[in-house]
């Protein structure tokens, strides 16, 4: 008796967490990135936070705040590429090493995710923007966008640990 009495008290004290997530959605944590090329009044690799509120993606960076409308987005698609570690001015010089060691320095490569939006401005123009985040960052601001009412042509990336199909791999064989 007493079990299910602490059993009924401990699933009405959770009640009022489940009713207020319902109704609040929880605010998105910022997400580091930097701005490719794109975006209208943006320097070019401009680092930042990228968010989605409301129904805006909006990037905030050190002089200003850019935002795009959900809505005005006709393609939302995320990938994944690499960059060289030793970038800048170093990874430049270095690449007059003796025997090929520059070259062996731009193997060494660290991954990220790119999102690239292709949306409409209010004059009905047609413009792009690329943002590259940390690894596993992307698909979750893509997502978002789309529950937001952004468009995409490529579906959502469905995560399996399994590699390709059998049957994928003999045809790949003939």
Same mark, same amino acid.
């Given at each position: 008796m007493l079990k299910?009495? $602490?059993? /009924?008290?401990i699933s009405l004290s959770t009640l009022p967490a489940f009713a207020q997530s319902a109704v609040s959605p929880q #605010?998105? %944590? #910022?997400?580091?990135s930097v701005e490719l090329v794109g975006l209208v009044g943006v320097k070019e690799r401009t680092g930042g936070k990228l968010t989605v509120e409301?129904?805006?993606l909006r990037f905030a960076h050190s002089k200003?705040?850019?935002e795009i409308a959900a809505a005005t987005m006709e393609d939302v698609v995320t990938g994944n590429d690499s960059q060289r570690v030793v970038r800048g001015?170093?990874?430049t010089l270095?690449?007059? $090493? #003796?025997?090929?060691? $520059?070259?062996?320095?731009?193997l060494f490569r660290s991954k990220l995710? %790119?999102? %690239? /939006?292709?949306y409409r401005d209010v004059d009905g123009g047609l413009h792009g923007v690329i943002f590259t985040m940390p690894v596993g960052t992307a698909e979750r601001v893509k997502q978002e966008l789309i529950a937001q009412g952004a468009h995409s042509t490529v579906p959502a990336v469905a995560e399996t640990s399994?590699? #390709?199909?059998?049957?994928?791999? %003999?045809?790949e064989k003939r």
């Open positions: 299910a009495i $602490g059993a /009924i008290l #605010p998105q %944590t #910022p997400v580091k409301g129904d805006k200003s705040t850019s001015t170093l990874g270095s690449m007059f $090493g #003796p025997y090929g060691s $520059g070259r062996f320095l731009s995710d %790119t999102l %690239t /939006i292709q399994s590699g #390709p199909s059998k049957a994928g791999a %003999t045809e």
